[in-house]
């Protein structure tokens, strides 16, 4: 592998990662670019673990969310326990599928017949969120080498962090959306009962609590009943 050009093919990925307009083209760019960047993979895939079922979050290539389903359904697995962080830890490398995998003893087999060779993963991490794992398949065994590894673990680096600048940036418009959508609601309730600021957002939060219902979605339906309601 030539260092200097991967370095200045991360450096090309980091600007497309900050440039992503949501998460989930984040996610994308990333698996994309697993493949395109590093030796051996053929498809890739983020793989994260919610209440203890295997979601994939995004997929490239073949194979993979067959992998992740079969992870999911055994409760075993490298890029599952990856996503999990058991036993702490961040990275692992299967060189050959064909071998027995004593930690995985259920999956080994069913990945070989899903065509799988050999796989790496790595945990998508900043010192604050865990985001899930980034998986890399061939169909090939030996495909990964040690230099394979130490490409995956610094896309991976990059990756978690632009996944956490996305995802801020996600909260804060959703943020900017919700008190907007809130304070046109409050405006409408004012307007028809004349209430005062404090008195509107009372009620909203009295509709709210009553129906168990988020304060920005009974907004939301003030606002269209409200619309309705004009000729």
Request: aromatic share 6%.
């Amino acid at each position: 592998m030539d260092w200097r050009e991967f370095a200045e093919q991360m450096a090309e990925l980091a600007r497309r990662l900050l440039a992503q307009e949501s998460t989930q083209s984040t996610l994308d760019e990333i698996v994309g670019a697993a493949v395109g960047l590093i030796d051996g993979c053929d498809s890739a895939g983020i793989l994260a673990v919610r209440k203890g079922r295997a979601v994939s979050l995004a997929v490239h290539g073949t194979m993979v969310e067959e992998s992740d389903r079969l992870q999911g359904e055994l409760g075993e697995g490298p890029c599952f326990d990856a996503a999990r962080k058991v036993e702490g830890e961040r990275v692992f490398r299967i060189s050959d599928l064909s071998e027995p995998q004593p930690a995985w003893p259920r999956f080994g087999p069913a990945a070989r017949d899903l065509g799988i060779g050999s796989m790496m993963g790595f945990l998508l991490y900043t010192e604050d969120e865990d985001f899930g794992a980034l998986d890399c398949y061939s169909s090939q065994p030996g495909a990964f080498t040690p230099e394979s590894e130490t490409a995956g673990w610094l896309l991976a680096s990059h990756a978690a962090v632009a996944l956490a600048g996305a995802r801020t940036v996600d909260q804060l418009e959703h943020a900017l959306e919700t008190r907007h959508a809130i304070g046109e609601a409050m405006g409408m309730l004012r307007e028809r009962h004349r209430l005062s600021e404090d008195d509107a957002f009372a009620v909203l939060r009295r509709i709210s609590q009553h129906h168990n219902v988020k304060l920005r979605d009974v907004a939301q339906n003030i606002r269209d009943e409200n619309r309705g309601a004009k000729p």
